[in-house]
């Protein structure tokens, strides 16, 4: 294991705690109180921890050399009948998570661009894999599929009978990401928005 790793590691977690911390802010200023009082509101990253999607699957992965890293941390909990207008309160919290993968894929980014003649090239590995990680975290979670994040923007725009069937598929949402990951459907969507991002960001 390179000294790119641990960094790496260290970067996703830190991304995805930032990604939960995000939803609970949002719906904090738009009146719900749910994740302030759960004790979510916080960069500690202990009430974020989910044992298995935010330590065990992306060490697992990255050892066993896996050409993307996924992980996610402990869903912040949110009432939306706290907010004056539920159906766009849910979309605004539901997107938060996904712009804020895209703004620490960007600060990571000029990080690398600034650090080009000071940092050792681990560290320089670690900030452009890192970058590249939040926009496949924003990509992943933009999936339409109950309970991602993309589901919570697509559900704005339903009404009446489709909205409901459409959120049925929730309890089976895990399922059908998980199986359609590992059927390769994903794969060309993340390689078009990996090549985008190093083209864009310059992380080459």
């Known amino acids: 294991m390179d000294l790119s790793t641990p960094l790496i ?5 830190f ?10 802010l949002v719906a904090w200023k738009l009146g ?16 974020h921890i989910d044992i298995f999607g935010t330590i065990i699957l992306p060490v697992m992965l990255r050892l066993l050399g896996s050409a993307y890293l996924f992980a996610w941390a402990k ?14 309160g ?15 894929a960007l600060v990571l980014a000029l990080v690398f661009h600034l650090g080009r ?6 560290a320089l590995q670690g900030l452009a894999v890192s970058s590249l990680i939040n926009i496949i ?27 409901y069937n459409y959120m049925r598929l929730e309890p089976f949402g895990m399922f059908i990401t998980f199986g359609l990951l590992y059927l390769g459907f994903f794969s060309g969507l993340f ?11 310059g992380l080459r």
Do not use: Q
């Open 9 to 13: 590691l260290l970067l996703v977690f």
């Open 15 to 24: 991304s995805v705690v930032c990604h939960e911390l995000a939803h609970g």
């Open 32 to 47: 719900d109180p749910t994740a302030w009082r759960a004790g979510r509101l916080t960069l500690n990253p202990l009430p």
């Open 75 to 88: 869903p912040v909990p949110v009432d939306p009948r706290y907010f004056r207008d539920p159906r766009k």
């Open 90 to 104: 849910m979309m605004l919290v539901a997107a938060s998570g996904p712009g804020t993968n895209l703004a620490l």
């Open 117 to 122: 003649t000071l940092l050792p090239p681990w």
């Open 137 to 163: 975290l924003m990509v992943f979670n933009l999936v339409p599929i109950p309970p991602l994040d993309g589901s919570r923007i697509v559900a704005g725009f339903l009404r009446g009978r489709i909205l």
């Open 191 to 201: 390689t078009a928005a990996e090549r985008f991002a190093v083209g864009a960001l």
